[in-house]
């Protein structure tokens, strides 16, 4: 009796820790159109999943633990119908009316990346902006930066922010590639995209592809390993230079520096690293290792 009294006391205050250090967290957005300004100052209409009712051309990261649950709360702002699904994850799609709502709930059990977006008139709804990141982290206190990878044709996005507008997408040639809404040297400014870290720190890189072209991230000086996949043709735990992310992967890159100096990271395809074909006015960072 004794014994069995123990095992349930053992039980209750550990259950107890777990219930306590489980936390809801709760995200909203709201569906937004507004304009994208360029690095170039070029303008285009644009659309994008922001945290209150005001356009930003940042797509919300949303950030959690991997003992987090996380309840996302999605307005559609706009005027038209759209749509909120997450990546492979099972009962997160929905379809919602100008001015309706929708809440969905997210567990994670492992640090991963998913990739949220806007799912009706594919690939439409998510060129003109609206897909963005959620990163589910180990520990509060991992060292974590967000790359939200996109393209933009000018013309595309004029024409497509037109209702039941099309454009054949085997002409598309983009003329400008963001990080985080942002090209080079205005990236730069991003926190949550330079790396700017020490020797022997331990770097978590969440990257998404969410534009409509492959993108080949080159890091100079080191060579990243894949902490986490969900892209069409790279394996969890490669250890590279480049990796080649087509539209909708995701992946998550561990880098452990371990020499001090500046290294640049860019996309390998050159014509993504200019905008409006100046370079290096596109997909373009450099990383300071102290």
């Known amino acids: 009796m004794l014994f069995i009294n ?41 659309f994008a999943f922001n945290s209150t009712t005001t356009f930003a051309p940042l797509n919300t990261v949303i950030s959690i633990l991997k003992t987090d649950t996380l309840i996302i709360n999605v307005t559609n702002n706009d005027t038209i119908k759209h749509g909120f699904n997450v990546k492979n994850y099972a009962g997160t799609s929905f379809t919602i009316n100008p001015a ?74 983009p003329d400008y590639f963001t990080i985080n809404g942002k090209s080079f040297p205005d990236v730069q400014l991003d926190p949550t995209v330079k790396i700017n870290n020490n020797v022997n720190d331990t770097i978590y ?33 490669w250890v590279k230079d480049t990796w ?8 998550i890159l561990k880098m452990v520096p371990d020499k001090k100096g500046k290294y640049s990271v860019h996309d390998h395809n050159l014509v993504a690293v200019t905008g409006g074909n100046t370079h290096p006015n596109g997909m373009f960072t450099i990383m300071q290792i102290n």
């Open 205 to 237: 890189i969440y990257v998404t592809n969410t534009g409509q072209s492959m993108h080949s991230l080159h890091f100079h000086g080191f060579h990243p390993k894949a902490a986490y996949v969900d892209c069409q043709k790279i394996k969890a735990n």
């Open 100 to 173: 309706a709502s929708i809440s969905t709930t997210i567990i994670p059990t492992q640090r991963s990346v998913f990739i949220y977006y806007d799912h009706l008139n594919y690939p439409k709804n998510t060129y003109m902006g609206l897909a963005g990141m959620i990163s589910v982290k180990d520990k509060a206190t991992d060292i974590v930066y967000y790359w939200n990878l996109k393209d933009h044709l000018t013309s595309y996005n004029q024409q497509l922010a037109i209702t039941n507008a099309t454009v054949n997408w085997s002409n598309y040639y």
């Open 6 to 46: 123990r095992f349930l006391l053992f039980l209750f205050f550990f259950g107890s820790i777990s219930i306590a250090t489980a936390n809801k967290v709760t995200q909203n957005l709201f569906i937004n159109r507004g304009v994208f300004t360029t690095v170039k100052s070029t303008t285009f209409p644009y």
């Open 244 to 251: 080649g992310l087509f539209s909708m992967d995701a992946i």
